[in-house]
């Protein structure tokens, strides 16, 4: 059971445009969500995060949004960067008092020049 | 931040051996964990590692298959046991610096090819 879903393995988008990626979860009892990039060769680094009570936070050009009611999140990135490609992962984390993240499968990002 | 070292980097090993990934964080953390990353999979949490005690396994993976160790604040083993080609990962060892941040750092990762 996924119980985090990224259903687009790659997306593409020209330099100074929005990216979107999208994360959909079954886990009711999640209750921080959390996105990471991953370069090749090197582990995940934290991007951002949104607490399940909030529906967005931002930060600088990344902003998550969180619908709590359709199990959705997503990422924007505006204006996109060449340096913004990678594998962007989303997590969620297994309730209060936890520090286990579930992870979906990763999103690949290009972000063309 | 702390920084996270994994040694090795990368292994090719042979079917029924076994390997020993080191983890090591600059500064003290309250909790270590250690991830798998198969091909084309998303990151599967493996056991927490729990200091100077018996880790703590996620359903679906046995001490026997993966020990570890994590004799102080700073340092974890993770060893790769009787090895098949299906053990053929990405390992990635993480922590958190303190009490109460969900920001978990991750380690580079240690390429894993089972021959």
């Known amino acids: 059971d996924q119980q985090v879903k990224q259903n687009s393995p790659s997306l593409s988008v020209q330099e100074g445009r929005i990216s979107i990626l999208n994360c959909d979860y079954t886990?009711?009892?999640?209750?921080?969500f959390l996105w990471y990039k991953k370069y090749p060769a090197e582990g995940p680094t934290f991007l951002i995060s949104i607490s399940s009570i909030k529906d967005k936070n931002e930060d600088g050009r990344f902003t998550v949004f969180l619908n709590k009611s359709a199990k959705h999140l997503s990422l924007h990135i505006v204006p996109s960067q060449p340096g913004d490609s990678a594998v962007y992962f989303c997590?969620?984390?297994?309730?209060?008092?936890?520090?286990?993240?579930?992870f979906g499968k990763g999103t690949k990002l290009s972000v063309i020049p | 931040s702390a920084v996270i070292s994994q040694k090795p980097s990368r292994d090719i090993c042979q079917r029924g051996t076994s390997l020993t990934i080191q983890c090591q964080v600059d500064s003290q953390v309250t909790m270590m964990f250690w991830y798998r990353q198969q091909p084309g999979q998303s990151l599967t949490l493996i056991a927490t590692a729990n200091q100077g005690s018996e880790a703590t396994y996620e359903s679906g993976f046995v001490i026997d298959k993966f020990p570890i160790s994590r004799p102080n604040l700073t340092f974890s083993t993770l060893t790769v046991s009787n090895m098949s080609p299906e053990d053929s990962s990405i390992y990635l060892c993480s922590g958190f610096p303190r009490q109460g941040t969900s920001e978990q750092f991750f380690g580079p990762g240690t390429r894993l090819t089972v021959l």
């Open positions: 997590a969620g984390r297994r309730g209060a008092g936890s520090y286990q993240l579930t």
């Open positions: 886990n009711s009892m999640f209750d921080y």
